[in-house]
Nanobody, 122 residues
Framework: QVQLVESGGGLVQPGDSLRLTCAPS????????MAWFRQGPGKEREFVAY???????VYGDSVKGRFFISRDNAKSTIYLQMNNLEPEDTANYYC????????????????RGQGTQVTVSS
């Protein structure tokens, strides 16, 4: 059974940094687009960032310049470096993997993880 496992979340203060990891179990995803999404309390799912097999990246407007996505192709693992965190970043962060044209729509990612909670509070 293929699973995506996110880790690295936690409780931090405004201005702090965190690094999230998404790693697959059961198979590798060489050549797939991989992405991060989030869903905050009472909010809809929101696109955070994606990275293509070539390393091209796209970011959501609310995280541009603060969050950075990267990938280790040998491990089919992606990372999300989150800097200067704000209370508005509080959410469950989950990753997705897609085979097909690049998209920011979470429902179009064929594999999605359960997420890791990030809470930003003073």
């Amino acid at each position: 059974q293929v699973q995506l496992v996110e880790s690295g979340g936690g409780l931090v203060q405004p201005g702090d940094s965190l690094r999230l990891t998404c790693a697959p179990s059961g198979r590798t995803f060489d050549g797939y687009t991989m992405a991060w999404f989030r869903q905050g309390p009472g909010k809809e799912r929101e696109f955070v960032a994606y990275i293509t097999k070539k390393g091209d990246t796209v970011y959501g407007d609310s995280v541009k310049g603060r969050f950075f996505i990267s990938r280790d192709n040998a491990k089919s693992t992606i990372y999300l470096q989150m800097n200067n965190l704000e209370p508005e970043d509080t959410a469950n962060y989950y990753c997705g993997v897609r085979w097909g044209p690049d998209t920011t729509t979470p429902e179009e990612y064929q594999w999605r993880g359960q997420g890791t909670q990030v809470t930003v509070s003073s």
